[in-house]
T-cell receptor
Framework: QQQVKQSPQSLIVQKGGISIINCAYENTAFDYFPWYQQFPGKGPALLIAIRPDVSEKKEGRFTISFNKSAKQFSLHIMDSQPGDSATYFCAASIIPPTGNQFYFGTGTSLTVIP | EPEVTQTPSHQVTQMGQEVILRCVPISNHLYFYWYRQILGQKVEFLVSFYNNEISEKSEIFDDQFSVERPDGSNFTLKIRSTKLEDSAMYFC????????????FGQGTRLTVV
């Protein structure tokens, strides 16, 4: 069962453009939605995260938009830069007292062309 | 900046052999995880560990897998009898507590089973 679906699989954007990556989830019990950025040969690194009590969160050039009723959330990268070229994973989790298990999307390979 | 460190970075082993992947989580973290990523695929949860016991495990984490925190700093993943399909990047992660949802990932160990 694929708990989190991510699209597109790959994305090419011109420098300065907006990159948009979409995710949809199934389990309404999820209450934490992070985005991870992964460079080749490195582990995933937390980029930005949102809880379902807000519809949008912005940190610098990165924005998460969250639609609870549609069970969808997306990452927007404004003014995309070549240094943003990486694989992006959305994820979702529930936060029980014993820690949380992340369900990851399949990843989006972003290439920003200079 | 504190980080999760994993050793070795690359491990090649023959099918049927036992391997131990090692991780040093961030020192004040209490929750520890192993994930794996088969080449080109999504990151998959294996197991979470809290208070010296497994708190959650996935279907992937069968009897061939075990985890241990042998001392106050290391967190290990043992695969008892490796199979070809165990070839993947294995990521260790840790988080401070159940309400601090930021999980920090290590750089990964690439396991190649031949």
């Amino acid at each position: 069962q694929q708990q989190v679906k991510q699209s597109p699989q790959s994305l090419i954007v011109q420098k300065g453009g907006i990159s948009i990556i979409n995710c949809a989830y199934e389990n309404t019990a999820f209450d934490y939605f992070p985005w991870y950025q992964q460079f080749p040969g490195k582990g995933p690194a937390l980029l930005i995260a949102i809880r379902p009590d807000v519809s949008e969160k912005k940190e610098g050039r990165f924005t998460i938009s969250f639609n609870k009723s549609a069970k969808q959330f997306s990452l927007h990268i404004m003014d995309s830069q070549p240094g943003d070229s990486a694989t992006y994973f959305c994820a979702a989790s529930i936060i029980p007292p014993t820690g949380n298990q992340f369900y990851f999307g399949t990843g989006t390979s972003l290439t920003v062309i200079p | 900046e504190p980080e999760v460190t994993q050793t070795p970075s690359h491990q090649v082993t023959q099918m049927g052999q036992e391997v131990i992947l090692r991780c040093v989580p961030i020192s004040n973290h209490l929750y520890f995880y192993w994930y794996r990523q088969i080449l080109g695929q999504k990151v998959e949860f294996l197991v979470s560990f809290y208070n010296n016991e497994i708190s959650e495990k996935s279907e992937i984490f069968d009897d061939q897998f075990s985890v241990e925190r042998p001392d106050g700093s290391n967190f290990t993943l043992k695969i008892r009898s490796t199979k070809l399909e165990d070839s993947a990047m294995y990521f260790c992660a840790s988080s401070r507590d159940s309400m601090n949802t930021e999980a920090f990932f290590g750089q990964g160990t690439r396991l190649t089973v031949v």
